[in-house]
């Protein structure tokens, strides 16, 4: 299994934007299906965004039209575009495999999000 190296939160304000970066030390393209989660403390991981090699993609209803996946395989890397910032976005977020994250897998460190004024 690679490892997932997520990067680029921060402290921002409501209504601003960041970019994650899942780096992985290893080769994405025989992953399928990449995604980014989140949790808060005490709070269950929620699924965000998913992307396939492909390059199709789903988004959490609380999400859509405001945040974007990608993946540059290439790079070895998936990103998270994130606008349009709301105080209800603040958590650690972590990217993974699909597959590992559906079947209890490892998680990495993540990267935390804070949006407040």
């Known amino acids: 299994q690679v490892q997932l190296d997520e990067s680029g939160g921060g402290l921002v304000q409501p209504g601003g934007s960041l970019r994650l970066s899942c780096v992985a030390a290893?080769?994405?393209?025989?992953?399928?299906?990449m995604g980014w989660y989140r949790q808060a403390p005490g709070k269950q991981r929620e699924l965000v965004a998913t992307i396939t090699r492909r390059g199709s993609t789903k988004y959490a209803d609380s999400v859509k039209g405001r945040f974007t996946i990608s993946r540059d395989n290439a790079k070895n890397t998936v990103y998270l575009k994130m606008n349009s910032l709301k105080p209800e976005d603040t958590d650690v977020y972590y990217c993974?495999?699909?597959?590992?994250?559906?079947?209890?897998?490892?998680w990495g460190q993540g990267t935390h999000v804070t949006v407040s004024s």
């Open positions: 993974n495999s699909a597959l590992v994250a559906n079947t209890g897998g490892s």
């Open positions: 290893g080769s994405i393209f025989s992953i399928d299906t």
